[in-house]
T-cell receptor
Framework: GQSLEQPSEVTAVEGAIVQINCTYQTSGFYGLSWYQQHDGGAPTFLSYNALDGLEETGRFSSFLSRSDSYGYLLLQELQMKDSASYFC???????????FGAGTILRVKS | NAGVTQTPKFRVLKTGQSMTLLCAQD?????MYWYRQDPGMGLRLIHYSVGEGTTAKGEVPDGYNVSRLKKQNFLLGLESAAPSQTSVYFCASSYSDRANYGYTFGSGTRLTVV
C-alpha cells in the first residue's frame, strides 16, 4: 500500500516563507503531486514532480527527492489568501489513482 | 466553462434511506473519480471510472455503487445510508491517467446521515 505523512498544521506570518514537508511510502512511484484546498472549497491542483529537484511556479515551488522518499511545497511571500489546507498525493494501488495525505493546515497571520 | 458540477451541495438523510449524488463534467475527460473527505483523513478514493461504461473499486467502496452510462456523468449511489457515511463527497475528473495532468474537482456534496 501507500502512506503519506505531512505535518497537521503550520503557522507563518504574512510575507514570510513556509515549507510543508511530505514523506511517502509506495511500492511503485510515479511522482508527487500537491493540491490546495480552501476551507469549504474544492481541492485544486498546484504542482507535480516526477524527477528530483525543484519546480517553480510563481510564489510556489515544489521539491522532490526520490532517494529519500521526500518532498516539500515551498510558499514564498506568504499572503493571507494562502491560508488553506495543502495535500500531497502519490499514485496508489487502486488503478494507480491518486492517494492523498491527511493534509496540512496552513495559517497565515498578519 | 463549468468544469465539474456536483449536485446536490447539501443533503441530510435518515439512516436506511437511499440517494444518488450526481457529477457532471464538460471537459470531455475520460477519467472520473469519487472521493470522500473526513476530518484528519484527507481524501479517500471510493470508486473510479476510466471511461464510459467502466467502473472500479477504490480504497473505501463498501456501501456505495456507481455508474458511468455517459462519458460526462458519474453517479454515486448510497443504497442504505449509515451514519458512518456522513462526509463530504468530492467528484473529480482528469484528461489522462498521468498525475501530471492534475485532477479537477467539483465543489463537493456535504452529506449528513442521522
Amino acid at each position: 500500500g501507500q502512506s503519506l505523512e505531512q505535518p497537521s498544521e503550520v503557522t507563518a506570518v504574512e510575507g514570510a516563507i513556509v515549507q510543508i514537508n511530505c514523506t511517502y511510502q509506495t511500492s511503485g512511484f510515479y511522482g508527487l503531486s500537491w493540491y490546495q484546498q480552501h476551507d469549504g472549497g474544492a481541492p485544486t491542483f498546484l504542482s507535480y514532480n516526477a524527477l528530483d529537484g525543484l519546480e517553480e511556479t510563481g510564489r510556489f515551488s515544489s521539491f522532490l527527492s526520490r532517494s529519500d522518499s521526500y518532498g516539500y511545497l515551498l510558499l514564498q511571500e506568504l499572503q493571507m489568501k494562502d491560508s488553506a489546507s495543502y495535500f500531497c498525493a502519490v499514485r496508489g494501488e487502486y488503478g494507480n489513482k491518486l492517494v492523498f495525505g491527511a493534509g496540512t493546515i496552513l495559517r497565515v497571520k498578519s | 466553462n463549468a468544469g465539474v458540477t456536483q449536485t446536490p451541495k447539501f443533503r441530510v438523510l435518515k439512516t436506511g434511506q437511499s440517494m444518488t449524488l450526481l457529477c457532471a463534467q464538460d471537459m470531455n475527460h475520460e477519467y472520473m473519480y469519487w472521493y470522500r473527505q473526513d476530518p484528519g483523513m484527507g481524501l479517500r478514493l471510493i470508486h473510479y471510472s476510466v471511461g464510459e461504461g467502466t467502473t472500479a473499486k477504490g480504497e473505501v467502496p463498501d456501501g456505495y455503487n456507481v455508474s458511468r452510462l455517459k462519458k460526462q456523468n458519474f453517479l454515486l449511489g448510497l443504497e442504505s445510508a449509515a451514519p458512518s457515511q456522513t462526509s463530504v463527497y468530492f467528484c473529480a475528473s482528469s484528461y489522462s491517467d498521468r498525475a501530471n495532468y492534475g485532477y479537477t474537482f467539483g465543489s463537493g456534496t456535504r452529506l449528513t446521515v442521522v
